[in-house]
């Protein structure tokens, strides 16, 4: 994903500068190309001509005088001379007698021909198998104003050639360097661009997720600096808002306590005295049930406020090495009554020590909503444990129970908030449903994990693990 | 027969508690102001003081913290808010226990029972000064000996002087700084770790199971206090 913006840029810019190179680089190469070969055949037209006119008197006159002169010219010129006669035979070929092979008495069928027949004088360039590329020109011989024969030349233009293959040599490479200098720089460029998108991205991530606190540094002058200014102030924001948001919940409940210490104490000193009818007596009763109820709801929320805080302040500045095997044990003789109400054995097994550096406060109520929930949910005779221990780094603390399980379809949802499964909410049981998320915020304040594994009528399996610390 | 004072200016909360006081045969005397409540608590008499966190003219801190110049009378904090809790367990105020509201009144009985014992504690003239016992745990602050069920423990003089303080206060919860503060002084403030440390190694001492202390107890997320095995609970 990050490279994407880069490479499409990459690949933007090497196709333009190829369009752009290499469109220059074609035309200057015809132009150049073109010239070369206009010069060399103007030359060639122009020695042709010198040659034909010398040659002119001669023909018809003294055949071996002429043949002497096409010789030396051909010589001279490091090109083959033929005179052919008005019919198109070769009437006179310069290295007769020299080549392998001379064209003498042979007709040379060739455009070229034919238009110097007509008076034209022209040139033509031709590759030929095993000698290369080779220019052709044909002038007219005339003698008195009439056309006698035609002066062929060909000539190698090897040089020619060579000079055109180095010089695309020479593009080719120009056209390569800049491409590969475009390459460099559009890749740097991308990085440059899409490096603080990176980070802006895995911190909206982060955000996302949850971590309020997040923030970018982008210190640049241009858009994405802006960019990143504006996601911080956005992420200021929201922690502003999830801010007054924690203080008006605990807000909120620290000024419910008050009422509800008052509701709670009348109605204790009311139900103290003997003297209400039993209708009256179960009214007061389930007033004090709600009052305490409601009392629990204001603690649950209050803890989880606190452990948000605690999360979105970073601060460890409170925390301290706590024993799992002696938080085991208090949990459990706090938990004691609870269980001994419905004749649940409740046991702690916890032979090493395991610490781990935590907050105390949170790890409490952790493992007390574990082992309340195992209670809870265990119907009567049942068994409850608590294990601690430790593997490498990891700590671990396990509330099992032989109560009634959970549903599979309600495993992905216990750990939300006010979340109680349907036939929970209808039994009298009867919490709020923060518990588990309770326990959820304080493990994950400690960078912890936790794990279910539950089997309806069969009991639960709760584990904690949390980074351990070293012990001493 | 106890006297108790109860400064509250929540007065439907303080005729219920004078009520269920009363039906305990325990008489309560109430002021609504925090300056009334100080008057009271200083020309005395009480043997506790239940004091709000919240009061007009004078808050439960600030009453609390002027009473404790010249009285060393019981003081349960009664508060809505558990947030300031270090502050009012703390040294600067000196508040014997806190309850939040809503409470149960079997609890705040249970808190007073404690602190009414640390107080006579406190009180027994001679003994106080020189050996404490609390159930199996004999301090004798003259030779700084410890004894545990009859069996005397080695400790160092730090050691002895946090257990002799906690001693001294039997029930009542200390917080980490607090103890901090009065045993190492306050050059090592803010290093509560060390706190830890020591009272690990108390424990390794005077305790048979350091995972499940018999004296040395641990108040989740708020301190350390020396359990008193003959208050009734
Ligand atoms: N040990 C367990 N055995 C069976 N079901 C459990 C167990 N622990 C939790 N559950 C299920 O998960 C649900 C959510 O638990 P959670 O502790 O969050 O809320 P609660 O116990 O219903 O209420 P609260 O804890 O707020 O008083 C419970 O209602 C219960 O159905
Ligand atoms: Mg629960």
Not at chain 1, 115 to 128: C, I, K, R, W
Not at chain 1, 215 to 232: K, M, Q, S, T
Not at chain 1, 327 to 345: G, N, T
Request: charged share 30%; glycine share 8%.
């Amino acid at each position: 994903m990050r490279f994407k913006l880069g490479l499409q840029l990459t690949a933007v810019f090497l196709l333009i500068t190829f369009l752009v190179v290499g469109t220059a680089g074609y035309l200057f190469f015809n132009t150049f190309r073109r010239r070369l070969i206009d010069e060399r055949s103007m030359a060639q037209l122009t020695q042709t001509n010198i040659i034909a006119s010398g040659v002119a008197p001669l023909i018809g006159e003294d055949q071996v005088e002429a043949r002497q002169i096409l010789r030396t010219r051909s010589r001279e010129v490091g090109a083959r001379l033929v005179f052919l006669d008005p019919r198109g035979r070769v009437a006179l070929d310069a290295s007769a007698g020299m080549a392998e092979r001379h064209l003498e008495g042979e007709r040379l069928d060739h455009p070229l021909v034919e238009s110097a027949l007509a008076g034209g004088q022209e040139t033509s360039v031709q590759f030929l198998d095993g000698v290369g590329w080779t220019m052709y020109s044909t002038v007219p011989v005339i003698r008195r104003g009439e056309i006698i024969g035609v002066l062929f030349v060909s000539e190698g233009i090897d040089d020619i050639v060579a000079a055109l293959v180095d010089l695309s040599r020479q593009l080719a490479f120009y056209l390569g360097a800049s491409g590969i200098i475009v390459m460099l720089a559009t890749i740097g460029i991308g990085q440059y661009l899409t490096a603080p998108l990176g980070r802006l991205t895995r911190a909206a991530e982060r955000l996302g997720a949850g971590n309020l606190a997040e923030r970018v540094d982008i210190r640049r002058r241009n858009e994405v600096g802006r960019l990143g200014e504006a996601f911080n102030r956005m992420a200021a924001q929201l922690e502003q808002v999830d801010r007054s948001r924690r203080r008006f919940i605990g807000d909120a409940s620290h000024e419910m306590r008050t009422p509800l210490g008052t509701a709670k104490i009348v109605l204790e000193s009311l139900l103290a005295q003997q003297t209400h009818d039993p209708e009256t007596r179960r009214a007061l009763q389930t007033i004090e049930e709600g009052v305490d109820r409601l009392a629990g709801l204001v603690n649950s929320l209050l803890v989880l406020t606190r452990l948000e805080h605690a999360k979105a302040s970073g601060s460890e500045e409170r925390w301290q090495d706590i024993d799992l095997r002696e938080l085991a044990h208090q949990v459990s003789a706090d938990c004691r009554p609870l269980a001994d109400e419905k004749a649940l054995r409740l046991e702690v097994n916890a032979a090493n020590l395991v610490e781990v550096h935590g907050d105390e406060d949170a790890l409490y109520r952790a493992v007390r909503n574990l082992v309340e929930n195992a209670i809870r949910y265990t119907p009567r005779d049942g068994r409850v444990e608590v294990a601690v221990g430790r593997v490498g780094a990891r700590a671990f603390l396990q509330v099992r129970d032989t109560g009634n399980g959970i549903a599979p379809e309600d495993l992905p949802y216990i750990f939300e908030r006010f979340y109680r499964p349907d036939d929970a909410r209808s039994r009298q049981a009867g919490g709020f449903g923060l518990g588990l998320a309770i326990v959820s915020e304080a493990v994950e304040l400690h960078g912890g994990r936790i794990d279910v594994s539950s089997k309806p009528d069969e009991g639960t399996v709760m584990t904690i693990e949390l980074p351990a610390a070293d012990v001493e | 027969m106890m006297r108790v004072l109860l400064v509250e200016d929540e007065t439907g909360f303080a005729g219920g508690l004078k009520r269920r006081f009363a039906q305990e045969g325990i008489e309560v005397d109430m002021v609504s102001d925090g300056r009334q409540g100080l008057d009271r608590a200083r020309s005395g008499g009480y043997d506790l003081v239940l004091l709000d966190l919240m009061l007009p003219k004078m808050d439960g801190i600030e009453v609390c913290r002027e009473l404790r110049r010249n009285s060393e009378v019981p003081v349960i904090m009664l508060t809505a808010r558990d947030d300031d809790v270090d502050k009012i367990l703390g040294l600067e105020i000196g508040a014997d226990d806190y309850l939040t509201k809503p409470f149960n009144f079997r609890e705040l009985q249970a808190r007073i029972r404690a602190v009414m014992r640390r107080a006579r504690v406190r009180n027994t003239p001679g003994v106080n000064e020189e050996r404490i016992q609390l159930g199996g745990l004999i301090l004798d602050a003259r030779r700084r000996a410890v004894l545990v069920d009859g069996d005397p423990v080695d400790v160092t003089a730090r050691e002895f002087d946090l257990l002799w303080l906690l001693a001294c206060h039997p029930e009542r919860v200390f917080t980490r700084e607090e103890l901090l503060d009065r045993i190492w002084g306050f050059d090592h403030h803010g290093d509560t770790r060390m706190v830890n440390v020591q009272v690990r190694r108390l424990r390794q001492k005077i305790e048979s199971d350091r995972a499940e202390p018999r004296f040395l107890r641990t108040k989740w997320g708020v301190g350390y206090y020396l359990i008193d095995e003959e208050c009734p609970r």
